[in-house]
């Protein structure tokens, strides 16, 4: 009696190592778009309380309605669209806050905060 795999053992085993292989190249694949997702909403946040803290000091001011523009050279692709309108409460406005990043707009956040008339 001959000792060794058949053909039919040899090729399951094939599947199955080839299944487990697909379904690692797919988890790697998650985990770099979530660490990229990780990163923009890192840089965000922090794009937005720098934007958000010059509008609230007066450095900067936008008129009533929409504005939009980018953070300069030190973060490339990043853009965003500011919107300022009344609430109905006498001297409170709601900022809306929109950052985009990557060709045709990949990823976008939205921070609303609301400020008060000086």
Same mark, same amino acid.
């Given at each position: 009696?001959?000792?060794?795999? +058949?053909?039919?053992?040899? #090729?399951?085993?094939?599947? &199955?190592?080839? *299944? %487990?292989?697909?379904?690692?190249?797919? =988890?790697?694949?998650?985990?770099?778009?979530?660490?990229?997702?990780?990163?923009?909403? +890192?840089?965000?946040?922090? #794009?937005?309380?720098?934007? &958000?803290?010059? *509008? %609230?000091?007066?450095?900067?001011?936008? =008129?009533?309605?929409?504005?939009?523009?980018?953070?300069?050279?030190?973060?490339?692709?990043?853009?965003?669209?500011?919107?300022?309108?009344?609430?109905?409460?006498?001297?409170?406005?709601?900022?809306?806050?929109?950052?985009?990043?990557?060709?045709?707009?990949?990823?976008?956040?939205?921070?609303?905060?609301?400020?008060?008339?000086?």
């Amino acid at each position: 009696m001959a000792r060794g795999f +058949t053909l039919l053992e040899v #090729l399951i085993a094939m599947v &199955i190592l080839s *299944i %487990t292989f697909l379904w690692l190249l797919k =988890a790697e694949n998650q985990g770099i778009e979530m660490s990229v997702r990780s990163k923009f909403i +890192t840089t965000a946040t922090l #794009l937005a309380q720098e934007r &958000i803290a010059k *509008i %609230t000091s007066g450095e900067e001011t936008i =008129a009533s309605g929409n504005d939009q523009g980018d953070f300069g050279e030190d973060y490339a692709g990043y853009t965003y669209t500011e919107e300022i309108e009344p609430t109905p409460l006498d001297g409170y406005y709601k900022y809306t806050l929109n950052i985009i990043w990557g060709q045709g707009g990949n990823l976008e956040t939205r921070f609303v905060s609301f400020l008060s008339a000086k």
